[in-house]
């Protein structure tokens, strides 16, 4: 699948009243939380906490709608990312039954769009039927996928889907490989390009780290050429441990270093003054003020600076199904594991003590994945999103 959450790209691709949003990538996992060494984890978050309810009420309500909801098709994956551990340990497929079981409680949730990742959700026998189902209820399907079997399934993916992410992680295929884990790059090009063909709007994500932060700049005319509608960059995650099923160390050189920082400051003003046409058109997602938030991340990766403050009330608007049925206020943090739905009860579990116990600990500040967070996002009602 594609890296987390798509936040600018799902802004402007939702109808002005919908309301888009988020992540993508997961499943459960057990966790352990390494700290990579070498990395600091920086000082805590700059976004104040608002005020504490008062005794006896929640700081947030329950949720009676979920206009965005993240499905997981399968947590298994063909790609193999330096990044991840979907491809090492994941085994399970979610059923067209489960699906189908899921349809009403999605409707009672009155959900709008339906994010399909995993893992990689093309490996799923039954993908084109599952995103059917989805999209005959009238949601809108959006795949985030690796595409690797992109070009081969072009037209069918054109056929059910309405939006598609392809995670691109090189300008060439060195890059991609390193990062990748496999010999990849063309094949994931021809099927951008054919998806493209086939009339879908394809955008890209960029997960900027280490070993690719140097070809920023050249990631805009290779969207142009694939003839993607938008490209869009994200920090790669060095701090959670969940978010790709994690159950190992993971290496920090994933993570600029601080003898990189000035580069990518170069990197950006240099992006920011070759593409400003890029920027006002929204061909890259992110505005320029946006981006720079990548080097402040990274800066505060290498202990010499606060994280960007982070502001995201995903979960009050959006969850995130696994592969059994299983809950998470967003890509990030895992759900209590009596959070597992069998369809119909979405809201009613989605509603569960333990839930709103947890959605009450983000809102509060309480949870450290936020303080590193690199996709937070934040919905007005009736606004859409900033992140
Ligand atoms: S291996 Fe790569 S493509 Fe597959 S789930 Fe993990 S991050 Fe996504
Ligand atoms: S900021 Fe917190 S709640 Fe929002 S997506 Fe990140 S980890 Fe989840």
Same mark, same amino acid.
């Given at each position: 699948?594609?890296?987390?959450?798509?936040?600018?790209?799902?802004?402007?691709?939702?109808?002005?009243?919908?309301?888009?949003?988020?992540?993508?990538?997961?499943?459960?996992?057990?966790?352990?939380?390494? =700290?990579?060494?070498?990395?600091?984890?920086?000082?805590?978050?700059?976004?104040?906490?608002?005020?504490?309810?008062?005794?006896?009420?929640?700081?947030?309500?329950?949720?009676?709608?979920?206009?965005?909801? %993240?499905?997981?098709?399968?947590?298994? /994956?063909?790609?193999? /990312? %330096?990044?991840?551990?979907?491809?090492?340990?994941?085994?399970?497929?979610?059923?067209?039954?489960?699906?189908?079981?899921?349809?009403?409680?999605?409707?009672?949730?009155?959900?709008?769009?339906?994010?399909?990742?995993? @893992?990689?959700?093309?490996?799923?026998?039954?993908? +084109?039927?599952?995103?059917?189902?989805?999209?005959?209820?009238?949601?809108?399907?959006?795949?985030?996928?690796?595409?690797?079997?992109?070009?081969?399934?072009?037209? =069918?993916?054109?056929?059910?889907?309405? $939006?598609?992410?392809?995670?691109? $992680?090189?300008?060439?295929?060195?890059?991609?490989?390193?990062?990748?884990?496999? +010999?990849?790059?063309?094949?994931?090009? !021809? @099927?951008?390009?054919?998806?493209?063909?086939?009339?879908?709007?394809?955008?890209?994500?960029? %997960?900027?780290? #280490?070993?690719?932060? !140097?070809?920023?700049?050249?990631?805009?005319?290779?969207?142009?050429?694939?003839?993607?509608? *938008?490209?869009?960059?994200?920090?790669?995650?060095?701090?959670?441990?969940?978010?790709?099923?994690? *159950?190992?160390?993971?290496?920090?050189?994933?993570?600029?270093?601080?003898?990189?920082?000035?580069?990518?400051?170069?990197?950006?003003?240099?992006?920011?003054?070759?593409?400003?046409?890029?920027?006002?058109?929204?061909?890259?997602?992110?505005?320029?003020?946006?981006?720079?938030?990548?080097?402040?991340?990274?800066?505060?990766? /290498?202990? *010499?600076?606060?994280?960007?403050?982070?502001?995201?009330?995903?979960?009050?608007?959006?969850?995130?199904?696994?592969?059994?049925?299983?809950?998470?206020?967003?890509?990030?943090?895992?759900?209590?594991?009596?959070?597992?739905? *069998?369809?119909?009860?979405?809201?009613? =579990?989605?509603?569960?003590? +333990?839930?709103? $116990?947890?959605?009450?600990?983000?809102?509060?500040? =309480?949870?450290?994945?936020?303080? %590193?967070?690199?996709?937070?996002?934040? #919905?007005?009602?009736?606004? @859409?999103? #900033?992140?």
């Amino acid at each position: 699948m594609a890296s987390p959450c798509d936040a600018t790209s799902l802004e402007a691709a939702a109808p002005p009243t919908a309301v888009p949003a988020a992540p993508v990538s997961a499943g459960a996992g057990p966790l352990l939380f390494p =700290k990579p060494a070498g990395v600091g984890l920086g000082p805590a978050p700059t976004a104040p906490a608002p005020p504490a309810p008062a005794p006896g009420s929640r700081a947030t309500p329950p949720l009676r709608h979920l206009p965005l909801v %993240t499905l997981y098709l399968t947590d298994r /994956c063909n790609s193999r /990312c %330096t990044t991840c551990d979907y491809w090492r340990h994941g085994r399970t497929d979610i059923s067209l039954e489960s699906v189908r079981r899921l349809l009403p409680g999605l409707r009672e949730a009155g959900t709008r769009i339906v994010l399909i990742s995993g @893992g990689e959700p093309l490996l799923h026998p039954d993908w +084109e039927s599952i995103a059917g189902l989805l999209r005959s209820q009238g949601m809108r399907v959006w795949l985030l996928t690796a595409g690797l079997a992109l070009a081969k399934h072009a037209r =069918k993916v054109a056929g059910v889907f309405d $939006d598609v992410t392809v995670s691109l $992680d090189g300008t060439h295929a060195a890059t991609y490989a390193a990062i990748r884990g496999l +010999e990849a790059f063309d094949k994931v090009c !021809e @099927g951008i390009r054919a998806a493209a063909d086939a009339g879908v709007p394809v955008r890209l994500r960029t %997960t900027v780290q #280490r070993a690719n932060f !140097e070809e920023l700049p050249d990631f805009v005319p290779l969207a142009h050429r694939l003839q993607a509608r *938008q490209i869009s960059f994200l920090a790669v995650d060095v701090a959670n441990p969940h978010a790709f099923a994690r *159950q190992e160390a993971f290496s920090s050189d994933l993570a600029l270093r601080p003898g990189d920082l000035p580069v990518l400051d170069r990197l950006l003003r240099d992006l920011e003054r070759r593409h400003s046409e890029d920027f006002r058109a929204g061909f890259i997602a992110e505005s320029p003020a946006k981006l720079r938030r990548l080097l402040q991340y990274f800066t505060a990766v /290498c202990g *010499q600076g606060p994280f960007p403050p982070v502001r995201c009330n995903a979960p009050e608007f959006s969850a995130v199904i696994g592969v059994n049925g299983q809950l998470q206020p967003c890509f990030f943090i895992p759900g209590p594991a009596a959070a597992r739905t *069998q369809g119909l009860d979405l809201l009613e =579990k989605v509603n569960s003590p +333990e839930l709103l $116990d947890l959605r009450d600990s983000i809102r509060l500040g =309480k949870r450290r994945e936020c303080v %590193t967070c690199v996709c937070s996002l934040w #919905r007005e009602p009736g606004v @859409g999103l #900033r992140a």
